[in-house]
């Protein structure tokens, strides 16, 4: 880190400050300019709060220079992509040559619902199947989700379609319960630094984990985040741009595409887009798509209805089955065009 | 709610959205004005997800008239501010004519400084003393807390002093044994959305809960967070504004002061400020703690750190033992200019 | 617009409501709900300013329900998007079935540099030349531009490549000057509300007139600002997504791809995206430039620099002429995936 | 500057960075840390456009260290704030030991309304009245204000009543009438950064300006705005934070105090609030003017109508004269608790 004194800064407090580096274990090394001192600190400091320097006399501010997360970080140790597999075989992985997409409803509503969901699904060309049974829901008294029901309809509809499900995770005590049935886990938005939930992930299981980004989180956060699930044992870890809280009024969420362009540059974990959640207006949605693929993602999660006026859980961002097999091989042709190829099964594709 | 359909809108799609108001067990009341129709909604939609039906063909957009939330209401039926009290006695109350006020670090550190500085508080006239055990950190390699010694410590400081305690919780798992020690339960801004853990808390304590404001929060969705606390049995909450994200840089956050305002307006439960949160320097804290009074706040929660340069956690942010002295009896010449109180001991009061 | 009343509201206020409507010669027609009353106004009230009911007593809220703007919305009445031309041919066109492209550095800094600029554009096969002759900058100090000279430079430019040029103007005063020499005038971020500034470009000139989205704008603003050069008479106007302020630190601000599909839908004029100013940093611009045009963009504004660590200003954005020839042929396989076109010379398609 | 390199940067790429420094005619000192190595720049780099050397290969990041105002700048060589006097005598300072409060309606909507507002501002002890003739309208067909006639009619309030007045400037050309009439000239948010505005009213005049902040700029960016002012021969400028756009929906902005804390510190120039526009929202408006005194600020400028019901701009956000009357006592304890004062005429202080 370094060490920006104040112009009017004395002696004594550059001493001062050089001294409080030296009790941290550190290295002060002063730099005398026109207008001011700076002190640069020589070592790792990553574990060390440097802010508090901004509390000595004569200091203005402490800028870092470390980045502060390193399992996540593509680096010359770490360059290749790290790939991510759902379920067997090669039909859905984040992270290779090919992008996948996760469709599916917002919440299991019903056995039917799902299955239909999956099967349309299945016809439009989508890799993985989407569906919340644990639902973190904004208002006390909305469905909150049907539970374990809901993990044994989903489990259903990867039998009948071959699929991998993902579903997600409110809680620390239901993680062994979810991991019993999914193929993938879901860490949502409200959670993304709910701390202890990512240490149990990390410590429980290996199954992959699609981790979306808090809606208020710069990228240092977020993969420092990221670093509570490797730390603690999970490697396979998808993460997911879903729209950050700006001033724009005609969409719930930003979706900030420049976010993933620079994931990819700063982390060698895969990178999804969520262009639903994104931008809570199912009408945007596949332009939304199309632009993820360009700026390089490796794949997305949408939520996809059967029937997105009868959706129980935000309908208003769900796009339906005939959107999405006309969405699919407009995607392969981007990817394509991109230098990534995509699955597609032969009626999707033409 | 209000559907505002397109101005090219056909009857057929208003039609077919009056049939889906009415599926809802709703009633439809169409309004055709010069340039489109809007389509109001009479009953109460709060439990549906009105918003589906901007994926109707022909709706522009769905306006929202009812509140979300109604426990937390300030109504005709609950016009008075809801006192809360932390601890036996009169000393520390929220809501009610006097302001109070509580302080303390970041982190539970060590026996001595937890003792160091609810002696410091004391002295200067605080109402309570704060301090974290379990600490959400942004970092997974950093301090995490001393877990239960640090609320054995908080409560030996609790002991000498006489001022009552408030600490964290941030796992499910471990309310009971917080709860156990502490006078007040903290929930972070991180986990304002966690409703797991706020439905945990509502249904197994009635013990005070200060909920600070998940920093992307608006106070709809803040105000239905509360919800969960209150419709799970815990009415004993208080509301805490700590600053939420802009593109500002000097500050960490942007305290929003008229969200205190606001909030007052809107909820009986009473409101504090969290200054150090808030803008993350200790420099602005002062004149910060200052205007949230005058702003109408009920009180304060702050960061004060016996030594805040060698403080494990926060430090920028903290404030020391001496500036609080000088604060107080600045806060009760505000609190009395707003038509309020303050209680300080006679020495902290000169 | 909708009147929302409190809950709590009196007949007697309601009353006065409606007082207050029919003052402002529109017809208030009302609602009584379960929970509370709403009255809608019958008629156009654009040119009121409603809010002001928000100050009567017993009114909650006013929302609004009309499109503030009328000449640029795209509607029954204009369905087809207006192409915008370029200099003389077919070379430059926003808003036809091709994607153009303007390129080119921040500033024109010296006869060599744009010449040199304009070679490579042409070489790659951008569409037309950019360069500001009148600088805004926020820093007093700094570089403001060459004025007329950089003007008679970029003339030269246009006439060895033939390439059309743009070029900012920043003051009423050098409208005519600017309007002599360019092809396209551009109007900068930070003057997307100036008012007087778009009122005297409308009356003064119908020279195509490239718009940029105000950092702070939202949609609603942006389209009625819009609606001034529109109003005072000049047609051809061409929008242009440029990034907004957000919480994000990476880039210097976060393009907003999903306001470029909703533009698309709302308007009739040609959107176009400028990734430069949209993210800051150059090493992120060839991935938002490839998502803009997937994303539905009518083409590209974008920051080329011969020699970008020696660029006086913007260099950090600016894309050397290798990026851009690389990133030519790709945009062009993508405008394709999309169903639109991009004409390349037969060297650059390769 | 602080050039900090990548970790894997090679020797060569460092080189090659200190060159571009030295080219600056700047002096480039490497430190080489544990983990990477910067390199820090010694001379007066505030002209020079360092961000070019983020487009040099092996570089991360570019840090500025420097402050990129001066005139404005609190420092050893200014540390007293500069009192700004706004007509004759002492009965309307900015930046002394009173604070001062600046009422009147948004427009001049005629001669009765602008001396109603004059005789109310006087009578609840405001110090100088405000009132728009040339008002930059978000849309284009709203009330553009009375033009010269309004500013007759301020001159003939101010006659009447003795308070000085304040009124915009919207375009170059309107200086030398608007400065012949007015005691104060606003420059707006949507002006903030329209530099040509700014220089030309530097040059022109020494009648202080009341500049407001650009809803979107950062504390540096708006002291750099300010040193057009100051650079070009204005000394007269007092700031106002008018609040700052953000995701929240309550209040048309978010009133930043913290930034008028942090002004306060960082420049002599004297700073008020405004929170009229900082809310958008009347019924907040007094809690906002007591915790902005109470935050430090030299003073107010806020909305006052006689009659916001009927208000043709800004009505929701105005007050009425009993509000103001009742505001003016509070503000004047408020001032007193943190160590000012306020002028208050005998009746007005009751």
């Not at 010359?76 to 040559?97: A, I, S, Y």
């Not at 969520?274 to 794949?299: E, F």
């Amino acid at each position: 880190m370094i060490v920006v004194m104040r112009a009017e800064a004395t002696p004594d407090q550059v001493d001062h400050v050089k001294n409080l580096i030296t009790d941290m274990g550190l290295t002060p090394h002063p730099i005398v300019g026109t207008d001011l001192t700076v002190v640069a600190v020589i070592g790792d400091d990553r574990k060390k709060d440097g802010s508090v320097l901004e509390t000595a006399a004569g200091v203005d501010r402490v800028l870092k220079v470390l980045k502060p997360y390193k399992m996540s970080a593509r680096s010359e140790h770490h360059m290749q992509t790290t790939p991510v597999r759902l379920g067997q075989g090669d039909g859905c992985v984040f992270g290779g040559t090919n992008v996948s997409v996760i469709a599916g409803p917002c919440s299991v509503e019903s056995r039917e619902q799902i299955l239909e969901s999956a099967r349309a699904a299945r016809a439009a060309g989508a890799h993985a199947l989407r569906g919340g049974a644990f639902k973190p829901r904004t208002n006390p008294y909305s469905f909150q989700g049907l539970g374990e029901e809901g993990l044994e309809y989903l489990a259903e509809a990867r039998e009948e379609t071959g699929l991998p499900i993902v579903t997600e995770v409110v809680a620390e005590t239901d993680i062994e319960l979810v991991d019993r049935y999914t193929d993938c886990i879901q860490i949502g938005t409200r959670n993304a630094q709910n701390f202890r939930l990512l240490e149990a992930i990390g410590k429980s299981t290996q199954t992959p984990v699609l981790f979306k980004r808090g809606m208020w989180m710069t990228l240092d956060e977020y993969l420092q985040a990221a670093e509570y699930l490797l730390a603690h044992g999970n490697p396979n870890v998808i993460l997911c741009e879903r729209g950050i809280r700006t001033f724009e009024k005609f969409s719930r969420n930003t979706l900030s595409l420049a976010a993933v362009a620079e994931l990819k540059d700063r982390t060698h974990l895969p990178v999804v887009s969520d262009p639903s959640h994104g931008t809570g207006v199912a009408r945007l949605v596949p332009a939304m798509c199309r632009a993820s693929i360009a700026a390089g993602a490796d794949g997305l999660a949408l939520e996809m209805h059967p029937d997105p006026e009868h959706a129980l859980t935000d309908g208003a961002q769900s796009i339906n089955p005939a959107a999405l097999s006309e969405l699919m091989p407009q995607l392969a042709r981007i990817a394509d065009a991109v230098g990534r190829g995509m699955l597609l099964p032969e009626a999707a594709s033409v």
